[in-house]
């Protein structure tokens, strides 16, 4: 499913953290960050990607799940059953699941228009969260939805669904945190290529008309865990 204006992804992937940050460097330079990115109303086909590991091993279950944007609901779904490679590291969490996440992206047949991870893009020490990697090797628009912010301050948002204040490291603004729902804690939304932060965000609420999460999230996050448990016969 790499598009043809797609980076290559690496001939090997990376076996040491001064290998890793090497890609990264690159991967940074070549991310398109200066445009606004496909409208919620151009948008037919959404793609959300998720990591689901097993507990006490190296096994792990990627998950590509493309949503319709008018319905919100599952058109496609790609697993990968996989083992990672590369050991834990703060920062370089991208090259734990970026194999099987290009591989389960690879096999869907439908192009989706955006990319959504549970992760980062820019909102990341190095400007290169998951999402950045994954929108330059696919070529796609591709942002991070966050759980907790990973760098930066910020100011809690309003309480309403919509409100949101700047995520900031150092002199940078690198995302938003954003209100879902009313009264509940925000999600951390930060670009990863050739999207802007405002209809990122806008994508964001979209995705989201009833949960914290967006369902991109919540899909592949619920097809990688299921596929884990049959694979291992043990909960996640």
């Known amino acids: 499913m790499l598009t043809s204006g797609a980076a290559s992804p690496p001939d090997r992937w990376p076996s040491s953290v001064a290998e890793a940050f090497l890609i990264q460097e690159r991967l940074r330079g070549a991310a ?31 998950a590509a799940v493309v949503l319709d944007t008018e ?45 959504v991870c549970d992760g ?3 909102a990341h020490p190095r400007r290169a969260g998951l999402a950045v990697h994954l929108g330059v090797l696919t070529g ?16 809690p948002p309003g309480p309403r669904r919509g409100d949101s204040t700047p995520l900031v490291d ?8 954003l209100r879902t729902q009313d009264g509940v804690k925000p999600v951390f ?15 964001t609420l979209h ?5 914290r999460l967006p369902e991109t999230t919540r899909w592949a996050d619920r097809v990688s865990r299921s596929r884990l448990r049959e694979r291992t016969g043990r909960p996640t």
């Open 32 to 62: 398109v960050l200066d445009v606004p990115g496909p409208s919620v109303g151009e948008v037919r086909w959404i793609a959300g990607v998720d990591v689901s590991y097993g507990k006490d091993s190296d096994q792990l279950v990627a």
């Open 71 to 115: 319905t919100l609901d599952p058109v496609e779904v790609a697993v990968v059953d996989g083992v990672s490679t590369f050991p834990y590291t703060p920062g370089l969490l991208a090259f734990r699941e970026l194999p099987s996440v290009i591989e389960a992206l690879e096999k869907l047949t439908r192009t989706p228009d955006i990319v």
């Open 120 to 122: 980062y893009g820019i």
């Open 140 to 155: 796609l628009p591709c942002f991070g939805v966050a759980k907790s912010p990973f760098t930066g301050t910020f100011q």
């Open 170 to 177: 150092g002199d940078d603004i690198v995302g938003r945190a």
């Open 189 to 203: 939304v930060s670009v990863g290529n050739a999207m802007g932060i405002d209809r990122a965000c806008a994508h």
């Open 207 to 211: 995705l989201a008309p009833r949960y």
